[in-house]
């Protein structure tokens, strides 16, 4: 099982009032599974990925990644967990932009200890696997945004994770280009047997998965006129196969989940993919996006969320954190 997840609450406190942005989730993720989870912005898409990428914790409520109960893990144990056992894909790419192609998908297995030449073949091997094996030394700025994308999408695959997490992956492409992106993540959830789960605001897309867990206001619900058999309980996410129906997105009520408030505590995302906010860094409730800390694949710096991207040491040519060099930190050489 990649993901079980019990009655999970997640509640912020700004400036004193409690809001509630998740209450009493429930689901479960097999290894191979496809889900799309969707609903309206401020319905908790967002701070469920959160907490699935475990990027953050819930207020109460049983969450377990990759066989690990993410209550019994301290903050070096679940960012561990996080480079060992997810690979995160966001709408804005976050590839490293004065860094090659294959540096940037090598850099998560910095933090496994693997020698510079060791993860240039991986990396290379995964660009290859993705239909970029002729781009491996060109930076961002010299490649289409789909190839950006598919950088991305080599970078989250090459450290091996059981779960794949795509928020709005499609969001900055045109729809060719967005047909083929969501077409290999499709294959590689075919192939590798990753779990694949989706968050989107597109219906079209949604509907392409296996399973759809259509959220609002902080549950998660099941359409009216879903077909028997169908469990309607809130917080339940055995919800209607796409391949039976598309279930309905409801118009948004007012938010649950807190959006762009100030602020200086951590682990709320703000609805959808956050991209400004994951190239700032900042970090108060509300600003929060799962980029900031998993924009390298899901890095799991032992020290903190976001402690491998410091775009600064990262990115640097002749860097001691560059990923293709032999004297980057946990080399094996």
């Given at each position: 099982m990649a993901v079980e997840a019990v009655d999970l609450v997640?509640?912020?406190?700004?400036?004193?009032?409690?809001?509630?942005?998740?209450?009493?989730?429930?689901?479960t993720i097999a290894a191979g599974d496809y889900v799309a989870v969707v609903g309206p912005s401020g319905s908790g898409k967002s701070t469920l990925m959160h907490l699935l990428g475990g990027l953050d914790r819930p207020t109460s409520g049983r969450l377990v990644i990759g066989g690990r109960d993410v209550a019994t893990l301290d903050a070096g144990e679940l960012a561990r967990l996080r480079n060992e056992?997810?690979?995160?894909?966001?709408?804005?790419?976050?590839?490293l932009p004065r860094t090659s192609a294959v540096d940037n998908v090598a850099l998560p297995l910095v933090y496994r200890g693997i020698g510079g030449r060791r993860r240039r073949?991986?990396?290379?091997?995964?660009l290859g696997r993705v239909g970029l094996g002729h781009r491996l030394d060109h930076r961002p700025n010299q490649l289409s945004g789909g190839e950006q994308q598919r950088v991305a999408i080599a970078r989250a695959l090459v450290t091996d994770p059981v779960l794949l997490?795509?928020?709005?992956?499609?969001g900055n492409l045109d729809s060719a280009t967005g047909?083929?992106?969501?077409?290999?993540?499709?294959?590689?959830?075919?192939?590798?047997?990753?779990?694949?789960?989706?968050v989107t605001h597109d219906r079209e897309v949604a509907g392409r998965a296996h399973r759809q867990v259509v959220m609002r206001d902080g549950a998660v619900?099941?359409?009216?006129?879903?077909?028997?058999g169908a469990e309607t309980g809130p917080?339940?996410?055995?919800?209607?196969?796409?391949?039976?129906?598309?279930?309905?997105?409801?118009?948004?009520?007012?938010?649950?989940?807190?959006?762009?408030?100030?602020?200086?505590?951590?682990?709320h995302p703000s609805g959808g993919s956050g991209g400004a906010t994951g190239a700032t860094g900042r970090r108060g409730v509300g600003d929060e996006s799962p980029e900031s800390a998993a924009s390298a694949g899901s890095l799991g710096s032992a020290g903190s969320l976001g402690g491998a991207e410091s775009a600064g040491s990262a990115e640097s040519p002749g860097s001691a954190e560059s990923p293709g060099s032999a004297e980057s930190p946990g080399s094996a050489s």
């Open positions: 997640r509640t912020y406190d700004l400036g004193g009032v409690s809001v509630s942005a998740l209450r009493g989730v429930s689901l056992t997810i690979g995160f894909v966001f709408q804005s790419f976050h590839l073949e991986l990396a290379a091997a995964m997490l795509a928020d709005e992956p499609t047909e083929s992106v969501l077409t290999l993540l499709e294959e590689l959830n075919a192939d590798s047997g990753v779990a694949l789960v989706l619900v099941v359409p009216a006129a879903a077909e028997p917080g339940s996410a055995t919800v209607v196969p796409a391949a039976r129906r598309r279930p309905e997105i409801v118009d948004p009520a007012p938010s649950a989940e807190p959006r762009r408030a100030s602020g200086s505590d951590s682990g």
